[in-house]
């Protein structure tokens, strides 16, 4: 649950500061909103906080996703590469900008495979998503390497892993842009929200700009009279999510830091268990800890650990059966029941590519999601629930 666990005075603070002025919208307003800008400040502490030039607040995660691809120039008759194992908005979001989601195999880190790139890359390919599941990294160094290779853009969907890094470098500043959520269950939250983050100027301008309908943000007019630039949206976060974000983001290292000590002393525990693997990290220092994710050699003995696990009170999650984060489990994508009637963007005559979603073509998620179970690591955890959650573990390997 991360942030959510710690909401308190820190976050009635910068709400207050909103409340008091009254002023809930990020623009405009000025003489009434007393120079409290929450949001603005939020973009910049985060931006910071990242290494990167710029980020813009957004509605959600799947909302940074969308502006994002927007600012790429991602749309019709082009393919995305995407991770056969994510949440739904990755792929939703490609099929938004009008654009076909192409899906691709992951490695044992449980990512996207970089080897995946190029066998999977078509004429019409023009971007690819990582995504850093579960709150660690995926080979990202190498993705930017046969992605630059190859001329594709690069959009990280780093909503599950905001705090971490790779090497030293943030999680969500390597591509030319990286996207957040800060939904309710996210490592930082702000009830619902996003960001998108970038270094370069052009891609923000964009992004900012079609998130709130072409307003160019002239700060010498007023927004009524403000200049038009490219069609867009409204997908502009409000005041109390800005405050609420500036608070839990001075608690992101703390968050981070208690995960990993939980998620530690969990993992001592498992590492007695017969056969257990854990995923492999690429870069273990710079793991958020948001998730610990182990295996076994096969899919029936995961079966049964699992199910051990379960009697003793201890929850864990295999993806490869789980509804939301892996395509093939996707009834409704599957056989394209978009909320259009003509099914676009899946018909759209400037799409001349083919795509299928056979789980022939993604062998490494067959098995290493089948044999993966993943448990979540919270930053409040009592010694008892600690020792609560060992015994299940020392109790479910004597079964085993
Ligand atoms: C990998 C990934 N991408 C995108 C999203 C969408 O974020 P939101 O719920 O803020 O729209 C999520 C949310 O769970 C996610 O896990």
Redesign the pocket.
């Known amino acids: 649950m991360a942030g959510a666990e710690l909401i308190g005075k820190e976050e009635i603070k910068e709400v207050m500061d909103v409340m008091e002025t009254g002023i809930l919208m990020r623009y405009g307003f000025d003489k009434e909103r007393k120079g409290i800008f929450k949001v603005r400040e939020f973009e910049e502490a985060f931006a910071k906080y990242c290494g990167t030039g710029y980020a813009l607040g957004v509605t959600?995660?799947?909302?940074?996703?969308k502006v994002a691809l927007a600012a790429l120039d991602v749309g019709p008759g082009d393919e995305v590469l995407v991770p056969v194992f994510?949440?739904l908005?990755?792929y939703e979001a490609v099929m938004e900008v009008g654009a076909i989601p192409v899906m691709v195999d992951i490695d044992d880190t449980l990512n996207l495979d970089p080897q995946e790139i190029e066998k999977k890359k078509t004429p019409y390919t023009k971007a690819v998503i990582p995504?850093h599941?579960c709150g660690s990294a995926a080979n990202i160094d190498k993705i930017m390497e046969v992605a630059r290779k190859n001329k594709l853009l690069v959009l990280e969907?780093n909503?599950?892993g905001c705090g971490a890094s790779f090497k030293g470098k943030k999680l969500g500043s390597f591509g030319d842009m990286g996207?957040f959520?800060?939904?309710y269950?996210?490592t930082v939250t702000t009830g619902?929200?996003?960001m998108v983050i970038t270094n370069n100027l052009d891609l923000y301008h964009r992004a900012e700009w079609y998130h709130d309908h072409g307003h160019d943000h002239n700060p010498k007019v007023s927004r009524a009279l403000e200049g038009r630039t490219i069609l867009g949206f409204n997908y502009r976060m409000n005041e109390l999510q800005g405050a609420l974000g500036l608070a839990q983001l001075r608690k992101l290292d703390y968050i981070v830091a208690e995960q990993k000590k939980n998620k530690k002393v969990i993992k001592d525990a498992l590492a007695q268990i017969p056969g257990v693997k854990f995923r492999n990290l690429p870069d273990p220092e710079g793991d958020s800890a948001t998730f610990l994710a182990f295996n076994l050699p096969d899919e029936n003995q995961a079966q049964k650990f699992q199910n051990l696990l379960s009697a003793e009170g201890v929850d864990t999650v295999c993806y490869k059966r789980n509804l939301w984060?892996y395509v093939p489990n996707w009834e409704h994508f599957l056989a394209h029941s978009t909320a259009n009637s003509k099914k676009y963007p899946f018909t759209d005559p400037m799409y001349k590519g083919k795509v299928e979603y056979l789980r022939e073509n993604i062998p490494q998620a067959e098995n290493i999601l089948g044999r993966t179970l993943v448990m979540g690591i919270s930053v409040k955890m009592s010694a008892e629930k600690i020792n609560q959650i060992k015994k299940g573990i020392e109790q479910a390997t004597k079964n085993f």
Do not use: I, N, P
Request: charged fraction near 15%; glycine fraction near 12%; avoid cysteine.
């Open positions: 959600s995660g799947s909302a940074a996703l994510t949440f908005a990755t995504v599941m969907d909503a599950q996207s959520s800060f939904d269950v996210k619902e929200g996003g984060h």
